[in-house]
């Protein structure tokens, strides 16, 4: 089976301090990974993603991210967190697809980061 | 520009109602999806929409009825929902339906069924 793994449902970081948020998965054949972020009452924004190529993803609002193969792992990182990264995280995987591409996302259940003041 | 609008922003029904809800975007995408989302979980895909035919439809009860009028918009329909139906539905897009393409969201419609 395909899947995803948050395996912190949150995550607390002191504002200037670099951040973390897990993410591991589950695919067969290579897999098309991306973040999102949500704020509260708000729909997803798209940061970044991994399809080929350097292993380190850089994104939106200074994240990047790093992918493993070896690891199956595509954390996403900060080095400096502001408050406004205050928000819900998700890592979600496409599936290379062998028989029809559905093009579906698979998604993690989501890590809640906290960046206090 | 990656915006996708969806209206109403907020909608409370009766069981029996009928409404619909509205998903644009003008980024020439040929892919569009319908989404449910419950708090603090993440979405789940209830129809995808390529070249403005019904591409997938994940099992979704017949209460929900998509449409595609054309390239840009995307509709839900929505008639005899269940208080349990209350969530957040979000429209994405992507320019196609493949594993490579970015979904981009739109903010959502928070529905509540009472």
Same mark, same amino acid.
């Given at each position: 089976a ?19 948020? %897990? ?18 009452n ?7 993603k ?6 380190l993803?850089k ?9 493993? %193969? ?6 996403? %990182? %900060? ?8 928000a ?17 996302l ?11 003041p | ?7 109403p ?12 809800l ?6 020439g995408h040929r892919a ?29 009860p ?5 449409e595609c009028?054309n390239?840009?918009?995307l ?17 994405a897009s992507?320019a196609y ?10 903010p959502?419609?928070?529905l509540?069924?009472?």
């Amino acid at each position: 089976a395909q899947s995803v793994a948050q395996p912190e449902d949150q995550v607390n970081v002191a504002e200037g301090n670099p951040l973390t948020v %897990k993410c591991t998965y589950s695919v067969s054949g290579n897999p098309y990974l991306f973040w999102y972020v949500q704020y509260p009452n708000r729909g997803l924004q798209f940061l970044l993603k991994y399809i080929t190529g350097d292993n380190l993803v850089k994104g939106s609002y200074g994240f990047e991210a790093e992918f493993n %193969k070896s690891q199956t792992s595509f954390h996403l %990182k %900060k080095p400096s967190a502001l408050v406004s990264d205050s928000a819900l995280y998700f890592c979600a995987v496409r599936p290379q697809s062998g028989s029809g591409n559905t093009g579906k996302l698979i998604f993690g259940q989501g890590t809640t980061l906290q960046v206090k003041p | 520009d990656t915006e996708v609008t969806q209206t109403p922003k907020h909608l409370v029904m009766g069981m029996t109602n009928k409404k619909s809800l509205k998903c644009e975007q003008h980024m020439g995408h040929r892919a569009m999806y319908w989404y449910k989302q419950k708090a603090k979980k993440p979405p789940e895909l209830m129809f995808v929409y390529s070249y403005e035919k019904l591409s997938i439809n994940e099992s979704v009860p017949s209460r929900f009825s998509p449409e595609c009028p054309n390239s840009s918009l995307l509709n839900l329909h929505l008639h005899a929902l269940q208080p349990e139906d209350s969530a957040l539905y979000l429209c994405a897009s992507s320019a196609y339906q493949g594993v490579q393409e970015t979904q981009y969201f739109g903010p959502g419609t928070r529905l509540l069924v009472l």
